[in-house]
């Protein structure tokens, strides 16, 4: 892609170790698989967006500049979503290889590109002072939370929450928190 405000950095002669770090020191805000070299923007208090994240139970919950977006769970033999509370009950809340998944007969679904836009345009956004916070996403945010605190290992992990959730992942998925939610309309 030729434009004068893009640099395919993985392919330039300049990438550089030391760059590397700079980069993610430096940026405006960092997107991630959550895959290591985003721990340089946390030290530098860097927000991040957190694609494609998995397990639920490792999202980064200690800073307000965080916000997350999960792959999604399916079960195998029916193809049904996972929510929160069925990820708890079978342990996927945490698994940490694709063999215990698979094990589970569990399938893992990327985020599309859609989501991923999604997610960058909310964190712009936010940066920017523009979002506008609705009731009802703030609902569906303390109810996912409420749900992940159910997990026995959530204490251990994780303490006060300060990170979001996608507000379009969370109003897309809200059966996966629980089916009263699909009584709220956050349209």
């Known amino acids: 892609l030729e434009h004068s405000k893009i640099v ?6 300049d990438r550089s ?8 020191a430096n940026c405006y805000f960092a ?10 923007s946390e030290v530098f208090r860097r927000p991040i967006v957190f694609v494609n994240h ?3 139970g ?5 800073s307000t500049q965080h916000i997350e977006l999960f792959k999604k769970l399916r079960k195998k033999e029916t193809k049904d979503l996972m929510g929160i509370t069925q990820q708890i009950s079978t342990g996927a809340i945490y698994f940490e290889s694709s063999q215990r998944y698979e094990a589970q ?3 893992i679904e990327n985020n599309n590109e859609d989501e991923i836009m999604e997610v960058i345009l909310e964190m712009e956004t936010r940066l920017k002072g523009e979002w506008v916070s609705k009731l009802d996403d703030e609902i569906l945010h303390e109810k996912f939370y409420s749900i992940l605190e159910t997990w026995d290992k959530y204490h251990v992990y994780h303490g006060i929450h300060r990170s979001r959730v996608s507000t379009k992942f969370l109003r897309d998925n809200r059966h996966l928190l629980c089916l009263i939610l699909q009584q709220i309309d956050v349209t």
């Open 105 to 107: 007969g569990i399938e």
């Open 31 to 40: 997107i991630s698989s959550s895959a290591g070299l985003d721990a340089v």
């Open 17 to 24: 170790d030391f760059l590397d770090i700079w980069l993610m």
């Open 58 to 62: 490792q999202l980064k919950t200690g």
């Open 54 to 56: 998995l397990p639920v």
């Open 8 to 13: 395919d950095y993985a392919n330039s002669e």
